[in-house]
């Protein structure tokens, strides 16, 4: 069966691995399709196994980040089901069909790997201002402001969208927790394509109540 297989492997292609899963003692790779390794279980490796990680998807990830910010200043989805019942919700000649522009936003990196330098240099192709958080100091062409993690919460509050890249650590887990979403302004984004857990799932909850 499936387990027989997992337990006699020499090859794993995973994101998961804990005491509660069969123990591959014939391992000689574990190899996660992703750059995060968080839920894979180092104690649950054999010795002579090696855990290896990969990039590459920055810029499918980045894409991924405007099609949904775009989707908020360009709603074509719902104008397309409006005209589809007769409505010309966006018709120009409308006051309340002004929208806004994603040209006139700040984004804001949380992290500054390889993803959110694929977002950078896409949000200078529209426009945006640039701030980035990270914990090693930025220096980058697309970065009009950079701050220290310990400046987390003026970096949330100066922005309009937040995106959230870092990778879960025992210093990220919970690093946007209830203070730093306060802190942004009401009617900004968060977007989260790290981990997780980096965002305080209670205070995320508690704060879109």
Known sequence: GEAEHFATADVIVGIKLDATMPVPKQLRLYQAPAAGTDAIDLAAL?????????????????????????????????????????????????????????????????????????????????????????RSAVTSEFVDRAYALSQLHAFMAEVDVVVVTLPLTPATQGLVDAVALNAMRPSAWLVNVGRGPVVAEQALYDALR
Not at 89 to 117: C, D, M, V
Request: hydrophobic share 50%; glycine share 10%; proline share 3%.
């Open 46 to 134: 054999p010795a002579r196994s090696a855990l290896c990680n990969c990039h590459g998807h920055e810029d499918a990830i980045a894409e991924y980040v405007f099609a949904g910010l775009l989707a908020r200043h360009v709603p074509m989805v719902q104008a397309d089901a409006d005209l589809r019942r007769g409505a010309w919700t966006f018709f120009a000649g409308r006051p309340n069909a002004l929208r806004s522009e994603l040209g006139s936003q700040t984004i804001g990196l949380l992290g500054f790997g390889h993803i959110a330098k694929a977002i950078a240099l896409r949000a200078k192709a529209f426009g945006m201002r640039v701030h980035a958080a990270n």
